[in-house]
């Protein structure tokens, strides 16, 4: 049996999201102890971890209840899973490419070198609106 803070050293989580995760439903609420502290048994270490790890990895947490949901039923086709993790790769790619659009702009807009900021092309830039990278 691990103490909440065992489990949290252990699985390097920290003690309020595991008792966030505990109230959400992503963990089962743990035994208590005669003295009313939580006690943990291996196999909640290995769902934190599993959990921690898909956090680490960027999924929602919605998206880990449904992957802990298909890991229980082991006789479920792995199709689920495989929707999600795509589903996930779809938007972390459009994340990057976002992103590299941001670095291309803010690169654009760099290597000012006005004297005073009313000659300064990053004050200029930012206030060119026609070079807008997302549609609000």
């Not at 006690?39 to 992957?67: M, N, P, Q, T, V």
């Not at 689920?80 to 490419?97: C, F, K, P, Q, Y």
Request: glycine share 6%.
């Amino acid at each position: 049996m691990l103490s909440i803070g065992n489990l949290s050293k252990t699985s390097g989580v920290k003690v309020p999201t595991i008792r966030y995760y505990e109230k959400i439903g992503l963990i089962a609420p743990a035994d208590r102890s005669q003295g009313n502290q939580r006690r943990y048994e291996a196999d909640d270490l290995k769902r934190l971890i599993f959990i921690k790890h898909a956090r680490d990895l960027g999924f929602h947490l919605d998206d880990i209840k449904s992957l802990l949901t298909l890991k229980e039923d082991t006789s479920c086709p792995c199709s689920g899973a495989d929707e999600i993790l795509t589903r996930h790769l779809s938007d972390v790619r459009n994340r990057i490419s976002r992103l590299q659009r941001l670095e291309a702009e803010l690169e654009r807009m760099s290597h000012c070198e006005g004297e005073c900021v009313a000659e300064c092309s990053v004050i200029e830039s930012l206030a060119d609106h026609s070079h807008c990278l997302y549609e609000h």
